[in-house]
């Protein structure tokens, strides 16, 4: 099961605010495209199966290859003890977890 963690956001911690953004193509050609230019790009995946909302934030920061199956490198928020030291791959190419449907990235 993963973990559930309650919010704990306080205003007074805000480092960093962003004041526009833009969608990125849901094209995972495009995505790929877009990070290579861009750099981490913001997405959502859906972590939990049989639901439509997508309900975990994490930033895209690679991809490549394992033999012949495509992937996507993912950076969790949740601690380097999860996954691979805090990383994890995502099957790249066929919109797993609906993660191509939220990218997005910061506009100038």
């Not at 805000?14 to 913001?42: F, H, M, R």
């Amino acid at each position: 099961m993963f973990p559930c963690h309650r919010c704990r956001f306080h205003p007074s911690k805000v480092a960093a605010t962003i004041a526009n953004y833009l969608t990125v193509s849901e094209d995972e050609d495009q995505i790929a495209a877009n990070l290579v230019k861009n750099g981490p790009l913001s997405t959502c995946p859906r972590i939990c199966p049989g639901g439509d909302n997508m309900n975990h934030a994490v930033l895209l920061v690679g991809y490549g290859m394992d033999g012949d199956k495509p992937y996507w490198i993912l950076k969790n928020s949740w601690s380097e003890n999860y996954g691979e030291d805090g990383y994890f791959r995502l099957c790249r190419g066929f919109g797993v977890c609906g993660m191509n449907t939220r990218v997005s990235t910061v506009s100038a």
